[in-house]
């Protein structure tokens, strides 16, 4: 599972082949820019049925309060200006390499029971956050006590109930 290339198409089982043609050779320079994409949004389409299985899973199991944090660790770029793949040194990464999306999920008695103000969570999913704000956003969520953890960097501290 995942979309690291070049090998796209070993991140989906074949009934997620959906869009096609796939390029099926790591060697990118041997497929078409189209068969590339498919293959690159087939790994996606399966990544979207992985994470949903699992939201799912958790919702079974109502009785548990849980949560699920799904975030991607680079973009990844699929011929835009002749790029491929990621690597690009970030301060001249083209969007595509540097944006990338987080999903949050949380069960019914969540946010209940860790002081959370659901709508408020919502409407922090609007900002602009960083990979930085992970780490300390799960400390502040699960009340972790460390001289690690800055508020600041806490995207769901606002949202926190006293």
């Known amino acids: 599972m995942g ?14 082949k959906h869009f096609t043609p796939a390029c099926e050779d790591p060697d990118l320079p041997k497929c078409s820019n189209e068969s590339i994409v498919n293959a690159y ?6 990544t979207d049925h992985v994470v949903a ?4 899973t958790l ?10 944090l799904y975030v991607s660790d680079h973009g990844e770029s699929l011929g835009e200006k002749g790029l491929f793949l990621h690597g690009v040194p970030y301060k001249i990464a ?6 990338v999306p987080m999903v949050m999920w949380f069960s019914a008695g969540f946010p209940a029971s860790f002081a959370l103000d659901g ?3 919502g409407k922090v999913a609007a900002t602009p956050l960083s990979h930085d704000h992970v780490f300390h956003t799960l400390l502040g969520l699960l009340d972790v ?3 690690a953890y800055v508020r600041e ?3 769901s501290a606002g949202c926190r109930k006293p």
Do not use: E
């Not at 299985?53 to 799912?56: E, G, I, K």
């Not at 919702?59 to 699920?68: K, Q, V």
């Open 3 to 16: 979309n690291h290339g070049p090998a796209y198409f070993k991140r989906y089982p074949d009934a997620f």
């Open 41 to 46: 949004d087939n790994a996606i389409r399966y």
């Open 53 to 56: 299985s699992l939201v799912r």
């Open 59 to 68: 919702r079974d199991h109502a009785a548990h309060d849980s949560a699920l």
């Open 94 to 99: 083209p969007d595509v390499q540097t944006k």
């Open 119 to 121: 709508g408020c969570i």
């Open 145 to 147: 006590k460390t001289s």
């Open 153 to 155: 960097m806490d995207f």
